[in-house]
């Protein structure tokens, strides 16, 4: 891994967006979702998250998360590139400390890119600087 990608770039999230107002669409997300579960779940660098049947924070449609780390990322991002089911769009993300940046010019789709609600994703970094301001610095690089 080159310098400039920070260490705190070892994990990562993948979201899984749907169309939540068609049903059949709903349940292809749940079987894509118990899918992933049951292919990774000899792995400890795979944890599959919450159900969002509607949208929430940023996420524009329903959607679910899967935290994952960069020692899977080589073999769960290309299962997903062949895996996924054409009507879900994929967004993945590098986590550090600023949201923004991790969805935007970090990200990855998968699919279709969706707009994310950008202003909460800068009420959140505005929140973390006010938190840790010594981090400035940091928050741009990582
Ligand atoms: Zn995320």
Known sequence: MSD?????????HSHAYFDHAAPERV????????????TFAA????????????PAGPHPRGSFEV?????????YVPW?????????DILVHPLTR?????????????????????SMLEAED????????ASKNAYLSS
Request: no cysteine.
């Open 126 to 133: 505005a929140r973390s600087l006010e938190a840790h301001p």
């Open 67 to 75: 935290l994952f780390t960069r020692e899977t990322f080589a073999d």
């Open 98 to 118: 600023s949201q923004v940046l991790d969805h935007t010019a970090r990200a990855l789709w998968l699919g279709t890119p969706l707009s994310l609600d950008r």
């Open 80 to 88: 997903l590139m062949f895996a996924r089911p054409a009507a879900l």
């Open 27 to 38: 349940e292809e997300a749940r079987a894509f979702r118990e899918l992933i579960r049951r």
């Open 4 to 12: 400039s990608a920070p260490r705190a770039a070892w994990r990562f």
């Open 43 to 54: 792995s400890p660098h795979i944890d599959v998250r919450a159900f969002h049947a509607a």
